[in-house]
């Protein structure tokens, strides 16, 4: 399946959100713009697709996390370009919050623009000419909201759906109603059953119901076993600190991990399908388990002391 050519799929990495450019009558809209960390290169891919970064007039954000809007400054300044977002996001990027937005948790790094304008649910917002309906997507990000393209049935879904899988549910911030958010989200874009669903982060998906029914089964396993969403969200979280930090030493990111606190509220669900659970005092075997995994199955290696994520960034 080809995206019509009103489109530009970026395809990052796990630190980076895929990135896409509409292309229309108007001038170019630009759609999350990638992790602070790498303004530069996200600017080289944008050209490298055809447009320059200075003539970006919109750009939209899917939701707060801090891998989806890096570039925005950067770019506003380049082009004077328009920011849009959803309420809550707005509402929070404005009181510089912290704490729900993740920023202050897993080494997150933001440099926030407030918004120029806001989409509510079910609002029509053109971008470069061509018209997108908003659709309020919580669950992974209770901000988190999409973009659907009704004639030619696109959605830019952002982190609630992935190819087999979805972004993380961090319980321990958002309660664990938002399993039952990110189910709503889910069932909410299969019955819209767009042709493909753009993710914020890995490759196209065209099986919509399929990939719904695998995603449903997961929040469901997640629901009835909560060590399951407990490691899902310990080696996702594991190795996107890994991946914002590299190369760094064992030790040293385990000491930065373990102050941020977030594995601490995981523990006693992990600690459930563990034959010898890990004590409270001990949560870097924790970390040091994960690594060893991730360095076993060839995602991670440790040269010179230094770990490497060997993922796409
Ligand atoms: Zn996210």
């Not at 399993?179 to 669903?197: F, N, S, T, W």
């Not at 006693?268 to 949560?283: F, G, K, M, Y």
């Amino acid at each position: 399946m080809k995206l019509p050519s009103e489109f530009t799929f970026i395809q990052r990495g796990w630190l980076n959100c895929n990135s896409i450019l509409i292309q229309g009558d108007g001038s170019p809209a630009l759609i999350d713009s990638g992790h602070l960390r790498y303004v530069d290169e996200t600017l080289d891919l944008i050209r490298k697709a055809g447009v320059e970064p200075e003539t970006i007039r919109q750009i939209g954000v899917t939701h707060c996390h801090c891998d989806h809007h890096g570039a925005n400054k950067t770019i506003k300044a380049l082009s004077g370009a328009t920011i849009g977002m959803g309420p809550l996001t707005a509402e929070w990027f404005g009181r510089n919050e912290r704490y729900l937005t993740w920023f202050e948790q897993l080494t997150q790094e933001a440099d926030v623009v407030p918004a120029d304008e806001i989409y509510n649910e079910g609002d029509i917002v053109t971008f470069s000419g061509i018209p997108f309906e908003i659709l309020s997507l919580p669950g992974h990000a209770p901000d988190s909201i999409g973009f659907y393209q009704p004639d030619s049935r696109v959605l830019i879904g952002a982190d609630a759906m992935w190819e087999n899988d979805l972004g993380v549910l961090h319980t321990a911030v958002h309660g664990p109603a938002i399993l039952d958010d990110a189910e709503m989200a889910v069932r909410k874009i299969m019955a819209l059953d767009p042709a493909v669903v753009i993710p914020g982060h890995g490759n196209l998906i065209t099986d919509v119901q399929e990939n719904g029914q695998k995603i449903l089964k997961r929040i469901d396993s997640f629901r009835n076993e909560p060590g399951r969403a407990a490691w899902h969200i310990t080696r996702r979280f594991i190795m996107y600190g890994i991946l914002t930090l590299q190369p760094i030493s064992r030790e040293k990111y385990i000491s930065i991990a373990i102050t941020d606190g977030w594995a601490r509220q995981y523990l006693p669900d992990i600690n459930q399908t563990l034959d010898e659970p890990i004590a409270e005092s001990n949560l870097a075997d924790l970390f040091n388990l994960v690594i060893d995994e991730f360095i076993g199955r060839g995602l991670v290696v440790e040269k010179e002391g230094s770990l490497t994520c060997l993922v796409a960034k």
